[in-house]
């Protein structure tokens, strides 16, 4: 369970098509010329999550930026990577035309 999510605005990516403020107008003001500003510090709680991830990716230029999500204070992250992977199996030889030449 998250506390929000904190997400960013970048200025200079703005276009000014104000979907944005359409979405989610607690989040973002437009100025005189419908550029868009963040309201706020950019701290979302849960409960207008859906609203601020609807401006994020209806936004045309991608000027607004998820940061991640707030945890509670003393929650811990999931643990991710401890499970074992099975290894990559290794490229064929000179027969596979897919390798030609290119190191990983």
Not at 3 to 19: P, S, V
Request: charged share 25%.
């Amino acid at each position: 369970m998250s506390d929000g999510l904190k997400i960013r605005l970048d200025r200079t990516l703005c276009d000014g098509f104000g979907i944005c403020a359409k979405h989610a107008p607690q989040y973002f003001s437009l100025d005189d010329w419908g550029y868009a500003s963040l309201i706020g510090d950019g701290t979302v709680p849960e409960e207008d999550r859906d609203a601020v991830m609807r401006a994020l990716l209806d936004c045309p230029v991608h000027a607004i930026i998820y940061m991640g999500e707030h945890r509670p204070a003393g929650a811990t992250a999931p643990q991710h990577g401890t499970e074992q992977m099975p290894p990559e199996p290794e490229p064929k030889g000179e027969d596979n035309e897919a390798i030609s030449g290119f190191v990983r």
